[in-house]
């Protein structure tokens, strides 16, 4: 059971990137599904979660720039990351938790960890 990001690259100061998160060996729909990033030297932070209901929430960070969404007829879950900034430079994983989006700031409880997909934001 294994979720995979993929999606990252370089971006200009600015721009826009659409990550997904696509699972293998179980369907999304009942879990609630988060998208966390960890930049070099730096702890791994939440940047957003999308409960099994469809309820959306966002670290102040990205707030109004990133948007996440779900598509369960297609299992997958989308950040769509716009107005990004150098500081949005990080490794990129999404990650799932049984219905809900309960810690989702720390990833605590969160499983199915693929290997994330890396952004880079840079003129």
């Known amino acids: 059971l294994q979720l995979q990001a993929s999606g990252g690259g370089l971006v200009q100061p600015g721009g826009s990137l659409r990550l997904s998160c696509a699972a293998s060996?179980?369907?999304?729909?009942?879990?609630?599904i988060g998208w966390f990033r960890q930049a070099p030297g730096k702890e791994r932070e939440g940047v957003s979660c999308?409960?099994?209901?469809?309820?959306?929430l966002y670290s102040q960070s990205v707030k109004g720039r990133f948007t996440i969404s779900r598509d369960n007829a297609k299992n997958a879950v989308y950040l769509q990351m716009n107005s990004l900034q150098s500081e949005d430079t990080a490794t990129y994983y999404c990650?799932?938790?049984?219905?809900?989006?309960?810690?989702?700031?720390?990833?605590?409880?969160?499983?199915?960890w693929g290997q994330g997909t890396l952004v880079t934001v840079s003129s």
């Open positions: 999308v409960g099994s209901s469809g309820g959306s």
């Open positions: 060996g179980f369907t999304l729909d009942n879990y609630g």
């Open positions: 990650a799932a938790r049984w219905a809900d989006c309960k810690d989702w700031r720390t990833g605590a409880d969160f499983g199915s």
